[in-house]
């Protein structure tokens, strides 16, 4: 009987041993499968960041193609009424600038050049002397013309044009200029067709 009693208390002494470290390999098991699971979590939603933020520069390369096709189509050929020179007349309306002044005028004539969409070729002339060259677009009601950049400095002096076609024989419209300092001349301009 003692034989027994031994027995029965070593199988359950083994049992409840045996039952403890199953209980501990349980909770292991169960925090482990808690921890993948988060991580599972974490990789799905870094996934589905990442999905997002390649559609988005998807989507921002499609406008900038977008806009960059737009505006290559904005410009049209210009109309042959209005190939040829211009005299201008220019009137100072607001300077930040030394040695500029309100009232201040120039005169120049431009001539207009450019057959299809690539766009459209001012040369400014005083006199004889050739001063500047403008390139731009323009949009069937009028121009939008600058001074290209040709050092690559973003700090060089750059000029705005913006011209509205009045009639035939008439523009109208204004030019800025943007000195490398930052300070600004905006320019009224009239222009006529040259008798020449």
């Known amino acids: 009987m003692n034989k027994l009693i031994y027995v029965s208390t070593f199988l359950l002494i083994?049992?409840?041993?045996?039952?403890?470290?199953?209980?501990?390999?349980?909770?292991a098991l169960d925090a482990r499968e808690v921890s993948l699971r988060d991580r599972?979590?974490?990789l799905l939603m870094k996934e589905k960041m990442?999905?997002?933020?390649?559609?988005?520069?998807?989507?921002?390369?499609?406008?900038?193609?977008?806009?960059?096709?737009?505006?290559?189509n904005l410009g049209l050929p210009l109309p042959d009424s209005l190939q040829g020179t211009w005299n201008i007349?220019?009137?100072?309306?607001?300077?930040?600038?030394s040695g500029s002044a309100v009232g201040d005028?120039?005169?120049?004539?431009?001539?207009?050049?450019?057959?299809?969409?690539?766009?459209?070729?001012?040369?400014?002339?005083?006199?004889?002397?050739?001063?500047?060259v403008y390139s731009?677009?323009?949009?069937?009601?009028?121009f939008i013309l600058s001074t290209p950049n040709v050092s690559g400095d973003p700090n060089a002096t750059s000029m705005n044009v913006?011209?509205?076609?009045?009639?035939?024989?008439?523009?109208?419209g204004t030019r800025i200029i943007q000195q490398?300092?930052?300070?600004?001349?905006t320019y009224k301009i009239d222009a006529d067709r040259s008798k020449k």
């Open 180 to 185: 490398a300092d930052g300070c600004t001349i």
């Open 40 to 42: 599972e979590q974490s």
């Open 89 to 97: 007349n220019m009137l100072c309306t607001q300077t930040s600038c």
């Open 105 to 132: 005028t120039r005169k120049e004539s431009w001539t207009f050049s450019g057959g299809d969409s690539t766009g459209v070729y001012v040369k400014a002339m005083q006199g004889e002397n050739l001063v500047r």
């Open 14 to 27: 083994t049992a409840s041993l045996s039952s403890c470290g199953f209980e501990e390999r349980k909770k």
């Open 50 to 72: 990442l999905t997002q933020l390649e559609d988005s520069i998807k989507l921002s390369i499609a406008q900038q193609d977008s806009m960059t096709l737009s505006l290559k």
């Open 136 to 142: 731009g677009i323009y949009d069937g009601s009028g």
């Open 162 to 172: 913006k011209l509205a076609v009045n009639t035939p024989d008439k523009l109208s």
